[in-house]
């Protein structure tokens, strides 16, 4: 039976100060959760009728002095007020002060190592790491890369190497996407989705903006903006090079140029193969009665109309450049000829040089291209250079 004040149990007539369970078929009776649990039935009660959860919530869940009611406005003062404005929670908890609901807040919830603590994983997933060093540290920045750049030429791109930012960013109006974002609870779902398609949009600008300086910092573009060391690529490779590393670009222009030098002897081997040539000293002859024949054929004036007519520079491109020395590269264009031709003129005049230091009397024939101006420089310049010690000009 029930007093009007204190509701008992039906089965073993305990006071029900807490939670209770109350049946929804049978008038004033009630139950404690121990009776409730091992299926008691009492006058016209059964086990099997419907009933109801009643909680007074006077009983304490954390502290003593807390009570359940009292824990779930806490939490909801803080949800509605924010933490820190403990005043404003301390109005809608009633009968607890600001300074008491702060300090049993952070006990409890915070650093309580069975509710506060325990609820924290030791390692937050897609957590942000806060890399800025305290106030009272001091140290050098760890940078990516040391910028060659000097202060000049950073004036002149408004360049930050510290930071390795640059005043005018890729796309710098980027912020302005969600400058006026203001998160409001009376959002639908249509302007939240709205909101979160902005955020996206600059997310994926600022990715970006740093690959754009991810290429700058691994290619050098800033140095290679002030023409730092550059190099002359084949156009017809800069469609495959723009993909490549700096090292990976520059090791495969030159094998591309090796390979393009050993498909030019593989052809010329065939060449001389084919005429029956088996010896170099023959091939050099070939080599001048071919060009004497092409050169028929093209109805040419001057023997050496064809290879004056060429640029310089264009000179240097030709077969056989790459056994020069620098200084030879030189003397070839002030003779303006051709980096094989000088290679056959060179190789005859250490052939005769050698045959009068040994005492051999067979001439050596010149090819008819080898003026004696031409020839005379070419002497002086092996002399020169040790290539024939104690000879002069003949």
Known sequence: ??????????????ELDTVYIKCAECPNASICPPCFSRGAEFQSHSNRHLYKIIDAGN??????????????????????FGIGNWEDVACYVEGKKAQDLEEHYYKSYIDSSDLGMATVPGKI????TDHAPALNQTGALNLAKDSEVTKEQESQLAY??????????????????ISGLIPNIEDTDL?????????????EKLRERHRRKVVAREYNLVEKFFNKNSRDYPKRLLSCLQFMREQQAASFSRDFRREQILKMK?????????????KLDDAAVFD?????????????????????????DKLLLEYGCHYLSSEEKILCKSL????????TSKTLIVKEYLQKQHGIGIKVRFPGYLEKHQKKKIVNFLALNGWLPGSSSS
């Open 59 to 80: 009983f304490p869940v954390i502290e003593q002095n807390w009570t359940a009611v009292e824990e779930k406005l806490l939490l909801e003062g803080i949800e509605q």
């Open 266 to 278: 593989v052809k010329h081997l065939k060449l001389y193969r084919k005429h029956g040539i088996k």
């Open 191 to 203: 302007d939240t989705n709205l909101k979160v398609a902005k955020v996206s949009i600059y997310l």
């Open 336 to 343: 303006k000829m051709i980096p094989s031709r000088y290679i």
């Open 288 to 312: 001048v009665k071919h060009r004497r024949r092409t050169r028929a054929k093209l109805n040419l004036k001057s023997p050496d109309s064809v290879q004056n007519d060429k640029p310089l």
């Open 125 to 128: 997933p897609n957590g942000v």
């Open 1 to 14: 039976m029930e007093t009007e004040n204190k509701p008992q149990c039906g089965n073993c007539h305990k």
């Open 160 to 177: 930050m190497p510290l930071r390795d930012d640059y005043e005018m960013e890729h796309d710098n109006d980027a912020e302005t996407i």
